[in-house]
């Protein structure tokens, strides 16, 4: 079974899930590389009322390329992005896997946003590639 359990940099927020995870999404959209200051956000998709968080996360509110809200989850310690909440995928938390204490399975199945990819950081040639938010 794939554990979805994890925390923050600083030990502050952990949280974990009772269920297996549903999806496990790489996105190459602007605001994941401005929110993790990295080429993409890498979301592990888990129902969210099987999620149990510890500790207190601050939301920063925006909408999203679907024209949606999201709500991303940091830890106000120390700054990581933990959680992000998107009203696109109604039902679903999506945890950040690099705060998984184990991601080693975290393997992205899909990657979306594609169009707005790096050049330096394009998705694998067998991955299943969307240019946008696919409908999921
Ligand atoms: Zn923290
Ligand atoms: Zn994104």
């Known amino acids: 079974m794939q554990k979805v359990a994890g925390s923050c940099l600083c030990g502050a927020v952990s949280y974990r899930a009772s269920a297996e995870p549903v999806f496990v999404a790489a996105c190459h959209c602007r ?3 401005k929110a993790t200051g990295a080429a993409h956000s890498i979301n592990v998709a888990v129902p969210a009322d ?3 968080v510890e500790g207190q996360l601050k939301p920063f509110h925006t909408t999203g390329g679907s024209g949606e809200a999201v709500a991303r989850l940091f830890c106000p310690e120390c700054g990581s992005h933990v959680l992000t909440d998107a009203a696109a ?3 679903l938390s999506m945890v950040q896997a690099g705060t998984l204490d184990d991601a080693r399975w975290a393997r992205p199945s899909m990657h979306i946003w594609c ?5 330096w950081d394009q998705p694998p040639a067998d991955a299943s590639c969307y240019p946008q938010m696919p409908q999921i």
């Not at 169009?115 to 050049?119: C, E, T, Y």
């Open 115 to 119: 169009s707005s990819a790096q050049p």
């Open 31 to 33: 605001d994941c590389q």
């Open 50 to 52: 099987t999620l149990r």
């Open 89 to 91: 995928l109604p039902g």
